[in-house]
């Protein structure tokens, strides 16, 4: 591990499924009449309003496909822009924004005078170096990895898979919410979760679309609570990344963890996706052959 990145595996939470995901949050202060799940009566607070930044790495017909997000409250990410900035543009050579498949390789932002495989990668070990001070109890990252190799070879012995974008929405974008309910009891609200894709996301359009046919669903239900974690969601819009530190933090974690799959040996970028899970907080699933052979059935048993 680089000097100055400081492990902090006590402090995440590895599990093979977590129970719920969390993605890149902006907390605000707003106030309203709190609805409490627990058997707490209800009570006046503060409502959590969570912003969530999403990013993932993944060429099309690729092996491996990897949304990640970064979460953290208002004031975290309020200092996060700020130092992330500092970060970029006092490095040598400067650069403006943070994207690991130019850096990687040395192209766009990254091809100017002074860029080499020692200074760009050292830009992204100051990110890192950043991150670790951030507070572990509100700073988290999240991440889903699906194998489409294993995916398209059970799918061929009628294993009933789902799309692999729908397997890495309801395993990393969704869970947000159900971590939501469970760090924040009494403090949840209607219209509280803002999701932010980088443009041309894949998932984007597939989570946005149930999204809203479950709160049409609900709105129809006659159900005794009156709130459904989707009601949670206020909107689901698209970011540039270039100008937006979470993305490009998000970008940055998927790309290392696709990094670690497909590649071996010595070579620039290997490793990262661990370094990170020792020094910041993670929630995480990897749907490799095995993982996905003991949550799905096939439709045709054969002997």
């Not at 599990?15 to 907390?27: K, M, Q, V």
Request: net charge neutral.
């Amino acid at each position: 591990m680089p000097e100055g990145l400081v492990s902090a595996r006590r402090n995440k939470f590895r599990c093979e499924w977590p129970p719920f995901t969390l993605i890149g949050i902006r907390l605000v202060t707003i106030r309203w009449r709190a609805l409490n799940r627990s058997p707490v009566p209800e009570m006046e607070g503060t409502v959590v309003v969570l912003r969530v930044y999403l990013d993932s790495s993944g060429e099309p017909g690729g092996n491996y496909l990897t949304p990640a997000a970064f979460a953290g409250p208002d004031d975290i990410w309020q200092e996060f822009d700020v130092e992330w900035a500092k970060m970029l543009s006092g490095h040598t050579p400067p650069a403006s924004y943070l994207h690991m498949r130019e850096l990687a390789h040395l192209r766009d932002g990254f091809s100017g005078p002074g860029w080499t495989p020692q200074s760009a990668f050292g830009l992204v070990f100051k990110c890192l170096m950043y991150m670790q001070h951030l507070d572990k109890k509100k700073f988290r990252m999240f991440y889903c990895t699906v194998d489409r190799d294993a995916w398209h070879k059970l799918k061929a012995q009628t294993y009933q898979l789902p799309d692999p974008i729908e397997m890495c929405n309801e395993f990393c974008s969704e869970k947000v919410l159900d971590w939501y309910f469970v760090k924040y009891p009494g403090l949840i609200g209607p219209n509280a979760v803002h999701y932010f894709f980088d443009r041309n996301e894949p998932f984007r359009a597939r989570f946005e679309a149930k999204w809203k046919q479950e709160r049409r669903r609900h709105s129809r239900a006659d159900e005794i609570d009156p709130m459904c974690r989707w009601d949670l969601i206020g909107d689901v819009e698209s970011a540039e990344m270039k100008k937006t530190p979470g993305l490009q933090a998000a970008d940055l974690l998927a790309w290392s963890v696709n990094r670690n799959k497909t590649i071996s040996g010595d070579v620039p970028g290997a490793g990262l996706s661990e370094i990170m899970r020792n020094i910041i907080p993670s929630l995480y699933k990897v749907w490799d052959e095995a993982e996905m052979r003991k949550a799905y059935n096939p439709l045709i048993y054969r002997a």
